[in-house]
């Protein structure tokens, strides 16, 4: 049976290429390949945990940014049902540019991490019960992440 995961924290726009090599300083260089994709170690877990026939509810910072519908349109595809914690927020969200070494696999990361967007507890968008199996928190977010994990003690939800 299915079960249902809640997974709190980043959420990026991912620019992701694929490279030769390294660029060194002031070299340009032509990717093999690239892709654009929603990242973040929460939303990479959710994508990954509803990949596997589960249902996943990620919580975290999108917003209404133009390029925001990049990052709602993949979780879309990937069935992950988003529940954001600033949906009236206009700023850019993080977007991440990361370069992957063809022949090694090795890979280099440029990104802002979230602490310019923490937000309050005021107003969580989703409620905290039974119905959530498992609770991922990525360590963003940790004001949201403590007052989600308080209620799921209460109902014996395991943190993870």
């Known amino acids: 049976m299915p079960k249902h995961g809640l997974f709190i924290g980043m959420v990026t726009l991912d620019l992701i290429y694929l490279s030769p090599k390294l660029p060194g300083n002031n070299e340009k260089i032509a990717a093999c390949d690239y892709t654009v994709s929603a990242g ?3 939303t990479n877990a959710a994508v990954t945990f509803s990949y596997l026939g589960n249902q996943a509810t990620l919580l975290g910072v999108i917003g209404t940014h133009p390029i925001t519908q990049l ?17 009236t927020m206009t700023e850019p969200p ?25 937000v309050s507890t005021d107003q ?9 199996d498992l609770i991922m928190i990525d360590g963003h977010q940790m004001a949201v992440s403590y007052a989600i994990a308080q209620l799921a003690k209460a109902y014996h939800i395991p943190i993870v």
């Open 40 to 42: 973040g170690p929460a």
């Open 71 to 87: 990052i709602k349109g993949d979780l879309e595809i990937h069935r992950v049902k988003i529940a954001d914690l600033a949906p």
């Open 94 to 118: 993080p977007v991440s540019s990361i370069i992957v070494t063809q022949s090694t696999g090795d890979r280099a990361v440029i990104s802002l991490n979230t602490a310019r967007i923490q």
């Open 124 to 132: 969580l968008p989703i409620a905290i019960d039974r119905g959530i």
